[in-house]
RNA sequence: GACCCCAUCGUCUAGCCCGGCCUAGGACAAAGCCCUUUCAAGGCUUGAACGCGGGUUCGAAUCCCGCUGGGGUCGCCA
């Protein structure tokens, strides 16, 4: 690697389309994006669909969609094309069957007919000892021509890599150095499934070489998995890119950022109303800073100064309160001709008003009932202290609520149709499942949305917020009730005095 | 549990690589004061951190080791 002449930097983000654009993303986009133009090398978009039954167009569209809103723009991608489509991995099969031909051919991957329930076992057994947990290689020692006879016969099988079983791998990680790994340690990783589709590990290390990838700028929960990619280049031959594993995004508790503990769509940021340009800033500085007492940087200041030895390794926290502060600043250095056309790019478009015409026409009298009417469409998060009694229906006690609020927004989460009768036969089956009468529950739903008693029906209204909005409220309208007091089981004895509960 | 990674204010971080300039700097958040018809914004002030223990050294936040703590991974998901 010492001679050859430096390849020019070429990176990629390479997000999985089975959800949520992913703040995580945008934050691993922007390193890469960052990297990439500093070196005036190329950024590229792949979709990594492999696993055909979380794998939605929808989503795809989404991620597209919020990495254009966030603007990082990428040089090839399945949308724009590029020399070394296509794009999406979905289209790429052909390829990746050819590969795995080669590591067969050279034994350096092998069928294997285990049954998931006899994996299951085997992991169950090697978790009880508290012994290292991975495929025993049971197949791994049956003869070639056997498996070709059993698959021939069309018995379902999956491709492992033959790890090695002696030695260690030792890689380089840009930001931690020498990583060492005991390959007895190591798994021998399925790299095509019994679907014919291969695993991240096959697909990915497979596309980055074939797509003159130099650098895998990644999120931390990858290096582990990063021994198994050093053996698949060599096995293949190939030259082994530089790894940069960037530290992952944290909740408050510390944990990797999820969704149960933070809103973590971009379709959120979007909605809530960050600016784009404010997200990446604060983004640029989880990990990453560009001077000793400078904070607020525009994308190409980042570019400019990147460097990876500015990287620190401690997880951040992603804070939303410091994100706010910071979009502030951001906002009040904004024109008053500019705000304009960001509110109107935001909620005030003919297109969002007019989805909202509908809901309200029959309701009002007068043009200036519309704002107090949709005013909960128009704003991020709502104040739940005027509705504070009501979120508290008779006979239930503060948990079950809060319970019954967070419980709603993950089966909202989990729900594909997001439309007004959809979520009316979720909500109807949630009820009976749930023991909450429908009107109870329709109730506090409208209540968690809006904070308001009185609205355009339900349902229309949680499709008017959307997803994110909609799931964020219930979250905090849960939160809200948490700290409500418990409602006395008894009458309050005569004796107690009258406790005034100021806030 | 096994393996890997990490460790400065509550949070994001500077400093660490190339030890002394650090009685550890900035920002968010918090508290107080000022400005102000209100609310913001703004200004000023305060509290707040080198996880612990051993080394190395004249000297350690900075280098080494151990411990502790936190995180990640252990899927025919990525």
Redesign the pocket.
Known sequence: MSDAAPRPVKVRI???P?GDPHVGTAYIALFNFAFAKKSGGKFILRI????????TPESEVAILRALHWVGLQWDEGPDIGGPNGPYR?SERAAIYREHVEKLMAAGAAYR?????ER?EAV?HE??R???????DGLCRGRPVAEGETRAAAGE???IRLAMPRTGEIIFK?R????????SA???D??L????G?????L??VVDDHLMGITHVIR???????TPKHVVLYQAFGWELPEFV?M??L???????I?KRKNPVSLDYYRDAGFLPEALLN?LG?????I??????FTLLEMIEAFSF???????????L??????N??YL?ALDDDEVVRRLRAWRFSDEHLRALIPLVRERIQRLDEFVPLTEFFFSGDVDYAPVAKDLLPKGRVPKEVADGLLLFGEALDAHRDFSAAGLEALAREFAEKNGWQTKELFMLLRLGATARKATPPLFETLVGLGRELTRRRLRLAAEFVKKLPAPAAQPAAPTKPAAPPKA
């Open positions: 390479a997000p999985s089975t990594e669909d492999t696993d055909r039954t979380r794998s991995q294997c007919f285990c049954t998931a994996l992991r090697q978790r000892q508290g012994l290292f947990v991975g495929y379902p099988f999956v990680d930001l931690r150095g020498d990583v060492k790994f005991e340690q190591m798994d990783q399925i095509l499934k019994t679907d589709f291969p695993t991240y590990h697909a990915n999120a931390e929960e990858w290096l582990s998995s594993h530290p992952l944290r909740n408050a508790d510390k944990s990797k999820s604060y500085t989880m990990g990453w800073s001077a000793g007492d400078r904070e607020q030895d500015r990287v620190s390794l401690g997880g951040p926290v992603f804070d309160v410091k994100l706010s502060a910071m502030a600043d009040r």
